[in-house]
């Protein structure tokens, strides 16, 4: 087998991808943005859509979603199931707004001590739901799918653009972004979730970090700060990027500075909200905590899951057999992953948002067999796999990744959503 080639980190200080020559009006820019990022559009949007074909068509021949509530992974159809669960709870957000209280239950079950509130969820989603339903008549059933499909779209060519930077590589950006359509925990991305949209403004980021263009990596990421509190990771390894660039002076002060400062505003100022609404300024830890029974434990929760499985007993938090089993593998993967990508000697923003974002799911306690959609941010894992797949023919390309989007219509849609909770 042939070793990776190792990708240089160094980027040359720059602010635009465009050749010399720009084109003159926006018909010509807009020509230049379809033959740039369109093949990886194109790649996502095929393979994702025969996973999704797939997911519907199981779910029809199960016909278990039809014993269920519409509200926990049921409904009269089958694509009901993808407004369930999460995507119930952002339609209530988008129809209702907010109302943040901590409510206690009397003789709660062990570890839910208040009710559950919608403020878990943060705002950008179900904001975009609700403007995009105002514009468009839809409901917000058919406004959360809409945004989430764009957002994908919008993913696909930030991923593209971030792999192509790192590798020198058309192709091996357009493959990065047909992988992240087959991806374990890809059913996600064509539902009313707010994954898509996150890693959209995450692969951006990073992009712009990359590019050393800071004012407008810290506004992104001020922006994904809004969406979900995983973001950290996010700002995390922005404001890193930005810090070491004010060191080396190669920017200048200001506009590292300004990236480190905007970034975590979104996020901060959602918790400070939800804990001024509530009286208590870790109102939004503690519905996190006593709610939804998810919080850093320190891989506690991991730890007893993968015990669990590997010795065949269900005696830990929401055990599901399949999903646990799924995700019990790719937790076993994660090190040659990450050994690959650190080969590629990426940009310092991709491996501390990297690590970060995998220290911050398998060092959680929440549903174990959501580790496949909990990491679909962590895009950057499979970069060294599009890096060495570029060499392959596309008609083989092809043949790989199709099967491969065929088999995730099971194990990255109807395994979570059908087989576990998402």
């Given at each position: 087998m042939n070793a990776i080639p190792a990708v240089s980190s160094d980027v040359p200080e720059q602010h635009s991808e465009e050749p010399a020559d720009v084109p003159d009006g926006w018909q010509e820019r807009a020509r230049a943005l379809v033959l740039r990022y369109g093949p990886a559009v194109w790649c996502y949007a095929v393979l994702k859509l025969i996973g999704f074909t797939v997911f519907m068509k199981l779910l029809s021949f199960g016909g278990d979603y039809a014993k269920k509530p519409a509200r926990f992974g049921g409904g009269a159809n089958p694509w009901d199931v993808l407004a369930s669960w999460d995507g119930?709870?952002?339609?209530?957000?988008?129809?209702?707004?907010?109302?943040?209280?901590?409510?206690?239950?009397?003789?709660?079950?062990?570890g839910f001590t208040i009710e559950q509130n919608s403020a878990a969820f943060f705002p950008l989603y179900p904001g975009?739901?609700?403007?995009?339903?105002?514009?468009?008549?839809?409901?917000?059933?058919?406004?959360?799918?809409?945004?989430?499909?764009?957002?994908?779209?919008?993913?696909?060519?930030?991923?593209?653009?971030?792999?192509?930077?790192?590798?020198?590589?058309?192709?091996?950006?357009?493959?990065?972004?047909?992988?992240?359509?087959?991806?374990p925990g890809s059913g996600a991305e064509w539902a009313v979730y707010s994954d898509s949209l996150f890693v959209a403004l995450a692969a951006w980021a990073c992009y712009f970090t990359m590019t050393r263009q800071w004012v407008t990596?810290?506004?992104?990421?001020?922006?994904?700060?809004?969406?979900?509190?995983?973001?950290?990771?996010?700002?995390?390894?922005?404001?890193?990027?930005?810090?070491?660039?004010?060191?080396?002076?190669?920017?200048?002060?200001?506009?590292?500075?300004?990236?480190?400062?905007?970034?975590?505003?979104g996020l901060l100022g959602y918790v400070?909200?939800?804990?001024?609404?509530?009286?208590?300024?870790?109102?939004?830890?503690?519905i996190q905590h006593d709610a939804w029974l998810h919080y850093f434990d320190w891989g506690q929760g991991t730890w007893q899951a993968i015990r669990g499985v590997l010795l065949g007993r269900n005696d830990y938090p929401f055990a599901f057999p399949v999903p646990d089993l799924l995700a019990t593998l790719i937790v076993f993967s994660l090190?040659?992953?990450?050994?690959?990508?650190?080969?590629?000697?990426?940009?310092?923003?991709?491996?501390?948002?990297?690590?970060?974002?995998?220290?911050?799911?398998?060092?959680?306690?929440?549903?174990?067999?959501?580790?496949?959609?909990?990491?679909?941010?962590?895009?950057?894992?499979?970069?060294?796999?599009?890096?060495?797949?570029?060499?392959?023919?596309?008609?083989?390309?092809?043949?790989?990744?199709?099967?491969?989007?065929?088999?995730?219509?099971?194990?990255?849609?109807?395994?979570?959503?059908e087989l576990g909770v998402p």
């Amino acid at each position: 087998m042939n070793a990776i080639p190792a990708v240089s980190s160094d980027v040359p200080e720059q602010h635009s991808e465009e050749p010399a020559d720009v084109p003159d009006g926006w018909q010509e820019r807009a020509r230049a943005l379809v033959l740039r990022y369109g093949p990886a559009v194109w790649c996502y949007a095929v393979l994702k859509l025969i996973g999704f074909t797939v997911f519907m068509k199981l779910l029809s021949f199960g016909g278990d979603y039809a014993k269920k509530p519409a509200r926990f992974g049921g409904g009269a159809n089958p694509w009901d199931v993808l407004a369930s669960w999460d995507g119930w709870w952002y339609q209530q957000v988008a129809r209702f707004g907010y109302h943040p209280a901590l409510v206690p239950i009397p003789g709660g079950q062990p570890g839910f001590t208040i009710e559950q509130n919608s403020a878990a969820f943060f705002p950008l989603y179900p904001g975009l739901i609700r403007l995009t339903s105002d514009v468009t008549g839809l409901g917000t059933y058919g406004a959360g799918m809409l945004v989430s499909v764009v957002a994908s779209l919008f993913a696909a060519a930030g991923i593209f653009a971030v792999v192509e930077k790192l590798s020198g590589s058309a192709k091996a950006g357009v493959i990065a972004a047909g992988i992240w359509a087959i991806a374990p925990g890809s059913g996600a991305e064509w539902a009313v979730y707010s994954d898509s949209l996150f890693v959209a403004l995450a692969a951006w980021a990073c992009y712009f970090t990359m590019t050393r263009q800071w004012v407008t990596a810290g506004a992104v990421t001020l922006v994904a700060g809004l969406n979900r509190p995983t973001a950290a990771a996010l700002i995390g390894a922005v404001g890193l990027a930005a810090l070491v660039e004010l060191f080396r002076r190669e920017s200048g002060v200001l506009r590292p500075l300004a990236a480190m400062v905007l970034a975590p505003l979104g996020l901060l100022g959602y918790v400070a909200w939800v804990g001024w609404r509530t009286g208590e300024w870790g109102g939004y830890f503690r519905i996190q905590h006593d709610a939804w029974l998810h919080y850093f434990d320190w891989g506690q929760g991991t730890w007893q899951a993968i015990r669990g499985v590997l010795l065949g007993r269900n005696d830990y938090p929401f055990a599901f057999p399949v999903p646990d089993l799924l995700a019990t593998l790719i937790v076993f993967s994660l090190p040659v992953l990450i050994v690959l990508l650190v080969r590629l000697r990426p940009p310092l923003v991709l491996t501390a948002y990297t690590l970060a974002t995998i220290v911050s799911v398998l060092g959680s306690l929440g549903i174990f067999g959501n580790v496949s959609r909990y990491l679909l941010p962590a895009f950057p894992l499979f970069i060294a796999l599009a890096v060495g797949m570029r060499k392959l023919s596309w008609p083989v390309l092809a043949a790989v990744l199709g099967t491969g989007a065929i088999a995730s219509g099971w194990y990255a849609g109807y395994v979570i959503f059908e087989l576990g909770v998402p």
